[in-house]
């Protein structure tokens, strides 16, 4: 089964930057939506950004114009650019990557892989 590892998390200040990278240990090109999910101390975990087979990107409200998402099927990777961190941003980032089925017709449907989580964390 393919796995995902993710690197780049760290710790910065108010206003810092940090890439996060996700490698599949095979070819993502099979997967439809790979992406990135938080989950902060104490709260459920959140979808942070998305990107399609197609290049189709999706952000949620709070990182839009923040966060770049990007993935390069040739070195099994994607990618989340994080720009102007804010202590809110706190979190375990999760990394993960969806079927077609997965993705267009729900959770029970297809294939979805996790990673086992980076951690970012943004002092004031």
């Known amino acids: 089964q393919v796995q995902l590892m993710e690197s780049g998390g760290g710790q910065v200040h108010t206003g810092g930057s940090l890439r996060l990278s996700c490698s599949a240990s095979?070819?993502?090109?099979?997967?439809?939506?790979m992406g990135w999910y938080r989950q902060a101390a104490g709260k459920q975990r959140e979808f942070v950004a998305d990107?399609?087979?197609?290049?189709?990107?999706n952000y949620t409200d709070s990182v839009k114009g923040r966060f770049t998402v990007s993935r390069d099927n040739g070195e099994n990777t994607v990618y989340l650019e994080m720009n102007s961190l804010k202590p809110g941003d706190t979190a375990v980032y999760f990394c993960n990557a969806r079927s077609r089925a997965n993705y267009l017709y729900g959770r029970a449907y297809g294939l979805e892989l996790w990673g086992k989580g980076t951690p970012v964390t943004v002092t004031s």
């Open positions: 990107i399609n087979n197609g290049g189709g990107r």
């Open positions: 095979a070819s993502t090109s099979s997967f439809y939506a």
